[in-house]
């Protein structure tokens, strides 16, 4: 099963109390929690190429699975990370922000948790 394609964000759950957490500013949530964010991804065997633009927000992001890389995180930080694929899950830590990518069909479902919140993003394939 392949994750290459383009996804258009649907529905989110918990997005202002995760940014807050993250340290986002007030208005950088405001301006982001009505937009429809797509998300394009390049899967080559185990290499990926993560495009996500948000608005004026672009966030790129590559990696190997089970190699360490460095990911930009949603604040504009660059931290190390491993991401690890079981079955139609990418699965990675960074700064103790874990993040799950399930793919379902054309249904991409993003499980982002910080200590006990969670953010969920559902996108479907364009």
């Known amino acids: 099963m392949s994750f290459t394609g383009k996804y258009e964000l649907q529905s989110q759950e918990n997005f202002e109390p995760f940014m807050k957490a993250l340290g986002l500013p007030d208005d950088q949530i405001q301006k982001g929690k009505d937009i ?35 990911m930009e995180m949603l604040t504009g930080e660059k931290v190390k990370a491993v991401v690890q694929m079981e079955g139609n899950k990418l699965i990675a830590s960074m700064k103790g922000l874990k993040s799950v990518t399930e793919l379902n069909g054309d249904t991409i479902v993003n499980t982002l948790t910080l200590g006990d919140l969670t953010y969920k993003r559902i996108s479907k394939r364009i």
């Open 36 to 70: 429809k964010s797509i998300s394009e991804i390049v899967q080559d065997g185990k290499k990926f190429k993560v495009t996500v633009t948000t608005g004026t927000k672009v966030l790129h992001n590559e990696f190997t699975i089970g190699e360490e890389c460095e």
